[in-house]
């Protein structure tokens, strides 16, 4: 999982009641697909994220969803992932090694969710931040300019989702035409909350509230 996942994660972990629980009020099940990038290293990547994110919370004003660990499901179809790293200092020979790593196959594996969504019914907005983190790695084929030629490896890819960091989605929130199904077309500007090190977060949603 890249090192901004991990912020977030933990991030999320801090920010999300521990006593909040599931009262049966549904889940939101729907899609995100996203292409996304980091800058150092340089990765960009695109995926098909699929979700379940259980309701905690009903009331005539608001829909809420909290859930920690374990609480939502998910699955991540990796369909493209590039890494490039360039060592900033040279060695003894004045090489600066660079790497260079490509998705070997597209590949679908399970996922933790994590983060909050909150559907605001009276002011008709909503607004959520998602961590999906991988249960499993996927195959990556690699290639330096030093030592090994040509190697493979397993990588795991973690992203952060929704219309902010865990704790400022809020700031952006999307336009609420219906509650029983949430669709959008929103790019989420990460550099600002990890210090320049992502790009932008393009993202399409569509997620429909189940009984």
């Given amino acids: 999982m890249n090192n901004y996942a991990v912020v977030v994660t933990l991030a999320v972990l801090l920010a999300v009641p521990a006593h ?11 899609t995100f697909e996203v292409s996304g990038s980091e800058r150092d290293p340089v990765v960009t990547y695109k995926a098909t994220v699929k979700v379940n994110l259980p309701v905690t919370r009903r009331t005539p004003d608001a829909i809420e969803a909290d859930f920690l660990a374990g609480d939502a499901q998910a699955t991540v179809k990796i369909t493209q992932y590039e890494y490039f790293s360039r060592q900033k200092s040279a060695d003894s020979s004045g090489h600066f090694q660079e790497t260079k790593c490509s998705l070997a ?65 809020g700031e952006t929130p999307q336009p609420l035409l219906d509650p029983a199904r949430l669709a959008a077309k929103y790019t989420m500007d990460a550099s600002t909350q990890s210090g320049g090190a992502v790009g932008p977060v393009v993202q399409e949603w569509d997620l429909k509230l189940s009984q």
């Fill in 105 to 169: 196959g597209a590949a679908e594996v399970p996922a933790m969710a994590m983060g909050v969504l909150n559907v605001d019914l009276r002011k008709k907005k909503y607004d959520m931040s998602v961590v999906i983190t991988p249960l499993k790695e996927v195959a990556v084929n690699c290639t330096s300019t030093r030592g090994t030629p040509k190697f493979k490896k397993n990588q795991g890819i973690g992203m952060a989702l929704g219309t902010g960091a865990p704790g400022m989605q």
């Fill in 20 to 30: 909040a629980q599931k009262d049966k009020g549904g889940a939101y099940v729907g």
